[in-house]
T-cell receptor, first 112, second 116 residues
Framework: GDSVTQMEGPVTLSEEAFLTINCTYT??????LFWYVQYPGEGLQLLLK?????DKGSNKGFEATYRKETTSFHLEKGSVQVSDSAVYFC???????????FGSGTQLTVLP | DAGVIQSPRHEVTEMGQEVTLRCKPI?????LFWYRQTMMRGLELLIY????????DSGMPEDRFSAKMPNASFSTLKIQPSEPRDSAVYFC??????????????FGPGTRLTVL
């Protein structure tokens, strides 16, 4: 079945540091890939997505590129802020299924 | 739009009691999803509806769980009888449903359920 593997957290960075959160996937066919973010006490919000190979999703300074050859969708940001502290989930949908398959989530804490 | 609305936000109940969680999807969306989030299992799909019809309920843990969507603007998830292991955050999400697997799902704020 489909699966998503994220790097283990928690991740703690200083403000303005570079962020990478690794995400790899296993899926049949050509999945769509997503990054969702969950702030404390809130639901999940879409951060960015990519629906085909080599697409780059971007939003709020975050980027991720759909790499079919390495089955990866790593999240990056060049300079994190304290307000980026949250849990980040990599996810996919594939085939005719519309439900999201999530990774385990990565807790990010950014210190001032 | 108001976004996906869930109620209650918090529910504390005793083992054996019936619990009903409610969800109002975004107007015009025709797919609705119920997810459960726990520390042990992460985020997992319970059931999803398309045009008010249940499409995949393979994630529903057991017969104690049931979900309905009587119309396009309302869905319920019921647990009867509840057990302590049902304690979790339950999220409802909706999507437009017309874009296939690339559709964005919009999540509600969740219901935190505690079963004592």
């Amino acid at each position: 079945g489909d699966s998503v593997t994220q790097m283990e957290g928690p991740v703690t960075l200083s403000e303005e540091a570079f962020l990478t959160i690794n995400c790899t996937y296993t899926a049949t066919g050509y999945p769509s890939l997503f990054w969702y973010v969950q702030y404390p006490g809130e639901g999940l919000q879409l951060l960015l997505k990519a629906t085909k190979a080599d697409d780059k999703g971007s939003n709020k300074g975050f980027e991720a590129t759909y790499r079919k050859e390495t089955t990866s969708f790593h999240l990056e940001k060049g300079s994190v802020q304290v307000s980026d502290s949250a849990v980040y989930f990599c996810a996919l949908t594939s085939g005719s299924a519309r439900q999201l398959t999530f990774g385990s989530g990565t807790q990010l804490t950014v210190l001032p | 739009d108001a976004g996906v609305i869930q109620s209650p936000r918090h529910e504390v109940t005793e083992m054996g009691q019936e619990v009903t969680l409610r969800c109002k999807p975004i107007s015009g969306h025709n797919s609705l999803f119920w997810y459960r989030q726990t520390m042990m299992r992460g985020l997992e799909l319970l059931i999803y509806f398309n045009n008010n019809v249940p499409i995949d309920d393979s994630g529903m843990p057991e017969d104690r769980f049931s979900a309905k969507m009587p119309n396009a603007s309302f869905s319920t998830l019921k647990i009867q009888p509840s057990e302590p292991r049902d304690s979790a955050v339950y999220f409802c999400a909706s999507s437009p449903g017309g874009g296939g697997k690339g559709d964005t799902q919009y999540f509600g704020p969740g219901t935190r359920l505690t079963v004592l």
